[in-house]
């Protein structure tokens, strides 16, 4: 019995949202859906040494979302591309979702900040605050909109110094 224990609360662990921050509310994920571009990042291993980095978001039959994350390998010259799916973890006015590109096994995606007006860039963070994506619907994010959204991350305890600036073109 303690085995299971352990393994629900591990896999629930990875897609908790980091202590003090909040997803977005009043979220609609038709407007949500399409290409975003990754701007800047955290490092991690999914994506390492990848640029051109975008991800793409549509409807799945379920009421799920399917994801299509694609990213340019420069050293293989080769793209590299990885399909999951997910779905809410809470209602699906709040930008918080759990993500799987590995079978079972899911991963938090909680959306913690949106342009609400035109839904032109997000900020996105996994169960920690290891992980962060800064994604535009275009290649290039507006500098007073990036520099903002890195502001606001620092702020939220985000190592940003550690930043790794996708290239788009």
Known sequence: MNIV???VALL???TRIPEGLKPVENFDINRYLGTWYEIARLDNRFEKGLDKISATYSRRADGGIDVLNIGW???T???EKAEGKGYFI???DKGRLKVSFFGPLYGAYNIINLDKKNYAYSMVTGPNK???WI???TRQLPKADLEGLIKQAKEQGFDTDQLIFARQD
């Open 5 to 7: 224990l352990l393994m």
């Open 12 to 14: 629930t662990s990875c």
């Open 73 to 75: 390998n420069p050293q």
């Open 77 to 79: 010259r080769e793209w």
């Open 90 to 92: 809470e209602q699906a």
């Open 130 to 132: 290891s992980y962060l």
């Open 135 to 137: 994604l535009s619907r």
